[in-house]
């Protein structure tokens, strides 16, 4: 396991409005659709739902296929497709897609896409997509059952694979104000949004709901609100210090320090258990006269070492790399640092919040 520390500077810096916070309405949806991938070259699959659906895409061509007889081919594959709408699509624009087999279709490299609606939540049609798919990964198999696969082939995109065909109605053009939600709800980050605007356009054009929203006097009009909204994102803020968090990576031994992490007055000590178990056999040879056999006993060995415990003695105010410095002077593992952090916050001598992922 390797150790990683990662410090997280506490230098000021101001950042553009939009990259901190966002309009509200103003968001992209997620689309899903059901269709089927023709043209494939014996990778599809035969699943009793892919033969249903092509029974019907024929039947709507006119083609009548008997009862008794049930159409399933190795070149079709049933599959999955989901899109997202960015916010102010307009119909007759494009969007990429991304395809999924869903029945036991070994690749889809190769195939075509027929055309399928795509859905949004209410149920209503918002895009139909159509296209060839790229495939990144392949696979092979050979007659005794081996198989080869690079990265995954029962998955494909289709650039610019969708085309609009309806609009998501937004709250953008409406009312006399926007809200402005920040994507890391802080007070005093909303609060400082808020009199940057108030310094720019005037006092009370600003005010912040709460930790997350900022409401802004806007004109009615589109035009100009556009215009106005393009010098509000520009706007250069300087976002509040984070919450103090320590996050620890136990299955990478990667450890993230935020900044003004502080350790109340504590004394650690750590030291480290040996248990070593040998295991040998002594072989007991009969006289060369005797009767005896000859017999081979087990013999157990059992060590233990408990190690020289490291004492470190802390003052008030002592940040977390202090303590991170000192562990290190004495060769301590990944795994003896996590301990350490996670009994000061046990102890209540870490005075931030100590995340596990």
Known sequence: MI????????????????????VAGVRPNQLVGYGLVVGLDGTGDKTSFTSQTFRNMLNNFGVAIPADQNPSSKNIAAVAIHAELPAFAKPGQTIDITVSAIGDAKSLRGGSL?????????????????????VSGFGAEG?????????????????NGA?????????????????????????????????????LLGPEMASAMDAATIRVRAPRDPSQRVSYLSVLENLEVEPAEEVARVIINSRTGTIVIGQNVRISPVAI??????????ESFDVSQPGPLSEGQTVVTPRTGIEVDEGSGHMFEFAPGATLQ????????????????????????????????????
């Open 163 to 199: 085309t609009v065909e309806r609009s998501v109605p937004n709250g953008f053009a409406q009312g006399d104000s926007l809200m402005l939600n920040l994507h890391h709800a802080d007070f005093t980050t909303a609060r400082r949004v808020a009199e940057q605007i108030n310094g």
């Open 322 to 357: 202090d303590i991170v410095e000192a562990v290190n002077q004495v060769g301590a593992a990944p795994g003896d640092l996590m301990a350490i952090l996670e009994a000061l916050k046990q102890a209540g001598a870490l005075r931030a919040e100590l995340v596990v992922i």
């Open 3 to 22: 150790l990683c520390l990662s410090w997280v500077a506490s230098v000021a810096q101001a950042d553009r409005l939009k990259d901190i916070a966002s």
């Open 143 to 159: 007659r005794d059952g081996s198989r080869l696969s690079v990265n995954v082939p029962s998955v494909g995109r289709i650039p």
């Open 114 to 134: 027929l055309m399928s609606p795509l859905k949004g939540a209410d149920g209503q049609v918002y895009a139909l997509a159509q296209g060839n798919l790229v």
């Open 269 to 278: 000590t750590h030291g480290g258990m040996t248990v070593s178990i040998t």
